[in-house]
Nanobody, 115 residues
């Protein structure tokens, strides 16, 4: 099994920055892709970005140029650097990892952007 723990969320003013971290443990050698999702109140969970073999492979249009996903593979850490934050970025952010066992999820971390 894979366990994921997110950290780094919080309250920030519009235009500010936050860096989310996701620490993976367990059967991490089997992970082929990490992703960040978010879910705002009353909305469906949305894929924000994913990274495969250390290379960013997807960003949702609304975050392109503002968010960066990266991985420190030696430490099984995945980051989401979020710059120029907007109130519409407010959501619970979830880390996800895909392995041969399926998809694994963290518990989520709240990001709130005030206007």
């Amino acid at each position: 099994q894979v366990q994921l723990v997110e950290s780094g969320g919080g309250l920030v003013q519009a235009g500010g920055s936050l860096r989310l971290s996701c620490t993976a443990s367990g059967v991490t050698f089997s992970i082929d892709r990490f992703a960040w999702y978010r879910q705002a109140p009353g909305k469906q969970r949305e894929l924000v970005a994913h990274i495969t073999d250390g290379v960013p492979t997807y960003y949702v249009d609304s975050v392109k140029g503002r968010f960066t996903i990266s991985r420190a593979s030696a430490k099984n850490l995945v980051y989401l650097q979020m710059n120029s934050l907007k109130p519409e970025d407010t959501a619970v952010y979830y880390c996800s990892a895909h392995s041969y066992q399926g998809n694994h999820w963290g518990q989520g971390t709240q990001v709130t952007v005030s206007s």
